[in-house]
Each structure stands twice: as structure tokens, then as C-alpha cells.
């Protein structure tokens, strides 16, 4: 999970592992890995979700928790419009470090929607790309169980694919 300082990838990833919401912040440091095992289309897979540190600009993303990645979930805060333009930069690392692997994108903060700034061009950068996009919300659930089911799938199928 790539994203910039406070767009809210620890509490999705607690929302998609635990079912469980936090609105204390808590500044992730380096990396933090969780686990959780998933049955896809009669398929099990054991997801390790690597969540990390946000960064205040897209150079200070440390390459080396890059490598190895099978697929990408980077994350926005739907409330503020320059976590949305910093991911282009985030993207251009994540891929001159690992190429093209399936990629997701959760907009997340979906409840707080008298405060959204995103707009459906916004989402259209993404989908663009090729890049699934989906509203998310770690504080209700919105979204988190589609967007992580989705890309577990595509890599599982990039996965599968002769190179």
C-alpha cells in the first residue's frame, strides 16, 4: 500500500484484516505487515499487505519494500485534492522499481462526503491508467472488502500468467 502521509492506509488495512476502525492516528514507521488468508473464487491465498510509511513527497518512498510487490494498491484522501496528484509521482517510482504489476487505486474517506474535493475526473486519471478505482471508507467499510478482493484476484491471474 503506497500513499502519502494521513490519506488512511493502516485503518483500511485494519478495516480489511480485523473489521475494526480506529480514529486515533497513528503514525506508521518504515513498514507494517499484515496478514490475512482469503478464498478467491474457490482459490485460498494468503495476502501479506505491506503498509507503507506515508510520506510527505513521493521521493522519500523507500524502493527496497517495493520489490517483490505482485500488486499495488495506492491510496488517496478524498478530502485533499494533492494526495490525488502525488500518486502520479508515487507510481512512476513504484514502477521504475518493480514494473507493471496489477494496480488499484481506494479513495478513501468516502464518509466524509460534505468534505470531498475529488471529482469523477479525478477518477478518471485512474481508470485511465487502466487502474481500478473505488471509494473506500476505513471508518464504514465502503468499499474496502471490493477493492482488496480485486486486486488479490488480478494478481493472482498475473500470477498465473507465462512470461
Not at 91 to 112: E, Q, W, Y
Not at 125 to 150: M, N
Request: aromatic letters at 8%; charged letters at 25%.
Amino acid at each position: 500500500m503506497v500513499g502519502v502521509f494521513g490519506v488512511g492506509k493502516t485503518c483500511l488495512v485494519q478495516q480489511f484484516v480485523h473489521s475494526i476502525f480506529s480514529a486515533k492516528y497513528h503514525s506508521t514507521v518504515g513498514v507494517k505487515i499484515d496478514r490475512k488468508v482469503v478464498t478467491l473464487d474457490g482459490t485460498e491465498a494468503t495476502l501479506l499487505l505491506w503498509d507503507l510509511a506515508g510520506r510527505d513527497g513521493a521521493e522519500d518512498i523507500s524502493v527496497s519494500y517495493l520489490r517483490g510487490s505482485h500488486a499495488i494498491l495506492y491510496v488517496v484522501d478524498g478530502t485533499r485534492k494533492e494526495s490525488c496528484d502525488q500518486i502520479f509521482e508515487l507510481r512512476d517510482i513504484a514502477r521504475n522499481a518493480i514494473g507493471d504489476v496489477p494496480s488499484a487505486v481506494a479513495l478513501n474517506k468516502a464518509d466524509l462526503e460534505s468534505e470531498w474535493v475529488l471529482g469523477p475526473g479525478d477518477e478518471k486519471r485512474f481508470t485511465d491508467l487502466g487502474w481500478h478505482a473505488l471509494r473506500t471508507s476505513a471508518k464504514t467499510g465502503l468499499g474496502v472488502e471490493e477493492t482488496f478482493s480485486w486486486l488479490a484476484r488480478e494478481a493472482l491471474v498475473a500470477g498465473e500468467t507465462p512470461s
